[in-house]
């Protein structure tokens, strides 16, 4: 059972994907990285020798504190983040928990470098419409929730990406962009191991939408209604995003916990 200074796996689970995600800090030793070098989705590497040096960071925040197997590194982190002013749990079970459930692990391999910051950098093409909304989306909330995105004119894409360090993302020829029949949003949830029954639910509709096919998914015309509405709204390509990060995260919250619900009018109509 839960104490007050940790948390089971079936709660993070429910928390990471949603705007109310607490800072994911791995603490695993990096002969247990290396043995396998995977991540609970948003979550960081830090090292627990330096958490009185690094812990003042997170003061004011939420923490969740991962280590291999729940025990020492993840207590002691959490105890110093406390320390330091944050509101910090340890995951039961650690990283082995998190994988005995069978949950999300992101390959760190396929993760970019990060800039001094700590914070991954994307350049795509500007004037997103859909999938240059839902992979930044995908990308802050389940990668990296302080990933930095460049729009910019669509021919300096690659170019932009060399010069600034940033990885491109739904132009051609790169990496992160269509793949067949698939679009750019659904390689991001298969490479980054994020093929969950909701985030496949919402890829089936971001596909349907990004690549004109209104026939996959009774979802998808509302889907293309909206973003292409939030893009006559905005000028500016960062609030535009800012304002897809709300759309998406609605959609995905329909996805994963309102499939079944109904609603008709009027709701209290007594029964003949």
């Not at 990296?144 to 491109?168: C, K, M, Q, W, Y």
Request: hydrophobic share 45%.
């Amino acid at each position: 059972m839960s104490s007050f200074t940790t948390i089971s796996a079936d709660k993070l689970a429910r928390l990471i994907g949603t705007a109310n995600t607490p800072a994911l800090i791995d603490v695993r030793t990096d002969e247990d990285f290396a043995a396998d070098p995977r991540l609970i989705p948003g979550a960081m590497r830090r090292s627990h020798q330096k958490a009185a040096e690094w812990g003042g960071e997170f003061s004011g925040r939420s923490a969740i504190v991962v280590c291999q197997r729940g025990l020492k590194l993840s207590e002691g982190t959490a105890a110093w983040l406390r320390h330091a002013g944050a509101s910090a749990e340890a995951l039961e079970g650690g990283f082995e928990g998190w994988k005995a459930a069978k949950l999300p692990l992101v390959p760190a391999s396929k993760l970019p470098s990060r800039d001094a910051q700590g914070r991954t950098v994307w350049v795509t093409r500007a004037r997103p419409k859909i999938d240059r909304i839902a992979c930044p989306w995908l990308i802050r909330r389940f990668v990296d929730p302080n990933a930095v995105f460049l729009f910019v004119a669509p021919s300096e894409v690659t170019a932009v990406g060399e010069r600034f360090n940033a990885i491109p993302f739904d132009i051609e020829n790169v990496f992160w962009s269509h793949r067949g029949e698939l679009c750019t949003f659904d390689v991001m949830v298969e490479e980054f191991g994020l093929a969950t029954p909701p985030l496949l639910r919402l890829a089936t509709m971001v596909r349907s939408a990004d690549t004109g096919r209104l026939d996959l998914s009774p979802e998808a015309p509302g889907l293309l209604a909206a973003s292409l509405g939030l893009s006559r709204m905005y000028d500016d390509d960062l609030a535009q995003l800012e304002a897809g990060i709300g759309l998406y995260d609605a959609f995905y919250r329909w996805c994963r916990d309102a499939l079944g619900e109904t609603h008709n009018w009027p709701t209290n109509k007594a029964k003949p």
